[in-house]
């Protein structure tokens, strides 16, 4: 099955971000922690996600399609409500 998108559907962070995130979080990770993180990150997570985008959206039968509808005349509309 070909992808919907050809992008990923959700990019990796860099280790830029994830060390804001962690202080943001009042975590003190050095350099090594953080690609250690970013290596599980790209490995398993993002990967899901990109399965979960290819998967294809369900499309239900349509049982009562949807007309264009008219305008009513003048004896079906006689206080112009509609």
Not at 25 to 32: S, V
Not at 42 to 71: C, F
């Amino acid at each position: 099955m070909e992808p919907k998108y050809k992008e990923p559907a959700v990019k990796t962070p860099t280790a830029a971000q994830l060390t804001e995130i962690a202080s943001q979080l009042g975590f003190d990770l050095g350099p090594a922690e953080i690609q250690e993180y970013k290596e599980v990150i790209s490995e398993s997570l993002l990967a899901t996600y990109q399965r979960l985008n290819e998967i294809p959206d369900p499309k239900l039968p349509v049982k009562y399609p949807r007309t264009p509808g008219y305008r009513p005349s003048g004896e079906d509309n006689p206080c112009n409500a509609w």
